[in-house]
Structures are given as C-alpha cells and as structure tokens.
C-alpha cells in the first residue's frame, strides 16, 4: 500500500507533466505569428491571438496568487471535481467570461513578451509545486469559474489553460480572412 505522501509526490509529478505538455502546445501556436495576424479578429466581439496570449499569461500570474495565498480548510477533497477538470478544462465547446482582472487591454506590445510573462509566471507555480511543502488538498481557493476547490484542482486547470487557449488560437487561424 502506497502512503499519502507518495500519492501526493505522484498527483504533483503528474501536475508537472501536464504543464510542460501545456506549455509546449500552446508556445507552438504561437510560433512564427506575424503583428499583422496577432492582430486579426474573427469576428465582433472576437479576441485576437495577441488578445488570447495577454490574457494566457495574466491569468497564468492571477492563479498563481490564488494558489499561493490559499487557506488551509478541513473540507474534503472531491474527486469528481478532479474528473470534470480533466473532461473539460481544455474543451472549447463551453465558454467563459473571463474575469476583469484577466481581461486583454494593451499589456504586451508584441506576442513575444505576451509569451515571455507566460513562461515567467508558469516558471514560478513550477517552483511552488515542485519545492512547497503544502499539502495541496487541504488548501481552499475560490476560483472565479469552479468556485471552491483545492489548491491541486486549481493547479489543475491552470495546467489545463494554455491547451484550451491553444484551441482558441487554431480557431482564430482557421478562420476566413486570417492574414498568410
């Protein structure tokens, strides 16, 4: 029998894998975008890829301090929660509001430092998970769309994140009228 110590090493190693995954995926979108495509909408009301990678990397930091700032809390972890996560972080089918804070308004001139403030703060939740010594489950955030949920299942979907915006920005490619 395996003790809660190596489930929890193993749920963080698993953690880590999926941000690596993620992180390559989503950099790879946007790879070789030109200003004048960074810069397309596909419609009204649409973000354009350079819209999507702001708010990729603002969200990276926004949950970050989610994580870091949580609050230790005795209420069980759900495993169904973690499966939901799974099923439809990346999924594109649902869509959210994103909230205020994360919301693309000029931060980044070029899709260059977009991506290099993604990678700075996707290094430091790397860092946290790696070196904390906190136990994950047992830390409560309020996450703007999953409500409560623990510390990993944050981590979890901010793991999930770039893939789903990775998603978006292939729409956004795909789209009539996108720049060659």
């Keep these: 029998m395996s003790s809660p110590g190596a489930n929890r090493d193993s749920e963080r190693e698993s953690l880590l894998q ?80 994103a909230p205020e804070r994360v919301c693309p308004y000029g931060r980044f001139e070029t899709i260059a430092l977009a991506a290099g403030a993604f990678r700075a703060a996707l290094q430091k939740t790397i860092v946290y998970v790696e070196r904390s010594k906190d136990e994950l489950r047992r830390l409560r955030v309020m996450h703007p769309a999953a409500g409560s949920i623990d510390v990993y299942q944050n981590l979890l979907i901010m793991a999930y994140h770039p893939e789903r915006h990775a998603k978006q920005i292939e729409e956004v490619k795909a789209s009539p009228g996108y720049p060659r």
């Design 18 to 97: 999926l941000f690596r995954r993620t992180e390559a995926l989503y950099l790879a979108t946007l790879d070789g975008v030109s200003p004048e495509q960074a810069g397309f909408k596909a419609g009204p009301g649409r973000w354009s890829i350079g819209e999507i990678a702001e708010h990729v990397a603002t969200t990276e930091e926004f949950i970050y301090e989610l994580a870091t700032a949580a609050t230790p809390s005795s209420e069980g972890s759900d495993p169904l929660v973690d499966e939901r996560i799974h099923r439809r972080a990346a999924d594109r089918q649902r869509t959210f509001v």
